[in-house]
């Protein structure tokens, strides 16, 4: 069945690093976004990509992040200079295009900034 | 806007018992369910979605939810528990023409031998 992965699992940083996650959705899938989970904390919408550009994104989705499709398969979200806040588990999911909307995600990068 | 509040944070059952997890959500528009399960260590698995058809909605894994507009809830029920139905469940909400999922903070299911 395909799924959707990312890696790394795990994250070390420190702060004011660049990281970038990547992600490689299911292959006939259209839409990709980024979530994140702050330990303790609700999932939160970070970002939607359609068709090459941002679709939608959260008051989250600063300047300091970024997303991007570099080839047919991955999809990487950029930090460019983390913070202890930045900290949180970020999911990667993707969907069709249509009426379903199903999303379907990836199993989590720990993001650890210290 | 929308929003989605589950009820409990924790619940604690029985092998065999009925498992009820609560959620009401708020949405200005018809809007579109799921609830979605997450295991120690694994990513966020669908369970089942409600999508304006049937408001008894069933999914994998022997749950089911009902939408219910006048109480503006759907609920996540499971006739038997099983040991590994134990997770986090969270309830999600999206309106139309908006691809963001709303999450719930999720409730932790645990269940007892």
């Known amino acids: 069945e395909p799924e959707v992965t990312q890696t790394p699992s795990h994250q070390v940083t420190q702060m004011g690093q660049e990281v970038i996650l990547r992600c490689v959705p299911i292959?006939?899938?259209?839409?990709f976004y980024w979530y994140r989970q702050i330990l303790g904390q609700k999932v939160e919408f970070l970002v939607s990509f359609y068709n090459n550009e941002i679709s939608e994104k959260s008051e989250i989705f600063d300047d300091q992040f970024s997303v991007e499709r570099p080839d047919g398969s991955n999809f990487t979200l950029k930090i460019r200079s983390t913070k202890l806040e930045d900290s949180a588990m970020y999911f990667c999911a993707s969907s069709e295009a249509g009426s379903s909307y199903e999303q379907y995600f990836g199993p989590g990068t720990r993001l650890t900034v210290t | 806007a929308q929003s989605v509040t589950q009820l409990d944070s924790h619940v604690s059952v029985s092998e065999g018992t009925p498992v009820l997890l609560r959620c009401n959500y708020s949405?200005?528009?018809?809007?579109?369910l799921f609830w979605y399960v997450q295991h120690p260590n694994k990513g966020l698995q669908l369970l089942l979605k409600?999508?304006?058809?049937a408001t008894l909605v069933k999914g994998i894994n022997g749950f089911e939810a009902e939408f219910k507009k006048s109480e503006t809830s759907f609920h996540l029920t499971k006739p038997s528990a099983h040991m590994s139905d134990a997770a986090e469940y969270f309830c999600?909400?999206?309106?139309?023409?908006?691809?963001?999922?709303?999450w719930g903070l999720g409730t932790s299911l645990a269940v007892n031998p």
């Open positions: 292959s006939n899938h259209l839409y």
């Open positions: 999600v909400v999206r309106g139309p023409g908006n691809r963001k999922l709303i």
């Open positions: 409600y999508t304006s058809a």
């Open positions: 949405s200005s528009y018809s809007p579109s």
